[in-house]
C-alpha cells in the first residue's frame, strides 16, 4: 500500500465519520423521532413532561414536572423524593371582585414597617391549642387581626 493510498483510506473514513457527527447532532438538536409502524395512526400526545430541571447541589435537585395540566414541584435527593407544590395550569386567577385587575408593576421605594412588637403564642402561658379552647379562639382571632392589618396596609 502506497502512502497515497493509505491517506485516500483515512481521508474517506474521517469524512464518514463527520457527516455521521453531524447527522447525530441534527437529531439531538431538533428532537428528531423516527415516525411509528405504518398503519398504527398518530401518537397520543405526552401526558407527562419534564419543564424544566434545576440543580440544588451535587445530590438534590429540582424537578418541576407537569402531568394533566398540574404542574408538579418535586425535590430529588438521595433521602427520598418529595413533592413541594402541585399547581393547576387550567385553573382560573383568583382575585377580589371588589378589587380592579392588576396594573403593571411600577418600582417604587419601600420604606421598612415600624417593628410592632406582636404577642407571640406560648403554650404554657395560653393554654392548650386544641379547637374549641378560648386560647385557640384568641390566638385565631390574633392572627385575623395582623392578617387584615398587613392587607389594609399592601392594597
Known amino acids: 500500500m502506497t502512502i497515497l493510498a493509505l491517506l485516500r483510506m483515512f481521508g474517506a473514513l474521517a469524512i464518514v465519520l ?5 447527522v447525530l447532532w441534527g ?8 415516525p411509528g409502524r405504518l398503519g398504527a395512526g ?3 400526545e405526552k401526558r407527562l413532561e419534564v419543564v424544566e ?3 440544588v447541589d451535587q445530590k438534590r435537585s429540582l424537578l418541576l414536572v407537569r402531568r394533566d395540566n398540574v404542574e408538579h414541584l418535586v425535590l430529588m435527593a438521595p433521602e427520598g423524593n418529595v413533592v413541594l407544590h402541585e ?6 386567577t383568583l382575585r377580589l371582585i371588589d ?3 392588576p396594573q403593571p408593576a411600577v418600582p417604587m421605594p419601600v420604606e ?3 417593628m410592632v412588637a406582636a404577642p407571640i403564642f406560648d403554650a404554657a402561658r395560653d393554654g392548650s391549642d386544641t379547637p374549641g379552647s378560648t386560647a385557640f379562639l384568641s390566638n385565631l382571632e390574633r392572627f385575623q387581626t395582623f392578617a387584615s392589618a398587613r392587607i389594609a396596609r399592601h392594597a
Not at 463527520?18 to 453531524?22: D, P, V
Not at 437529531?27 to 423516527?34: A, G, S
Request: glycine share 6%; no cysteine; proline share 16%.
Open 112 to 114: 421598612p414597617a415600624p
Open 27 to 34: 437529531v439531538r438538536r431538533f428532537d428528531i423521532r423516527l
Open 99 to 101: 378589587s380592579p385587575a
Open 53 to 55: 430541571r434545576l440543580t
Open 87 to 92: 399547581a393547576r395550569m387550567d385553573a382560573p
Open 18 to 22: 463527520g457527516l455521521l457527527a453531524g
Open 42 to 44: 398518530r401518537t397520543p
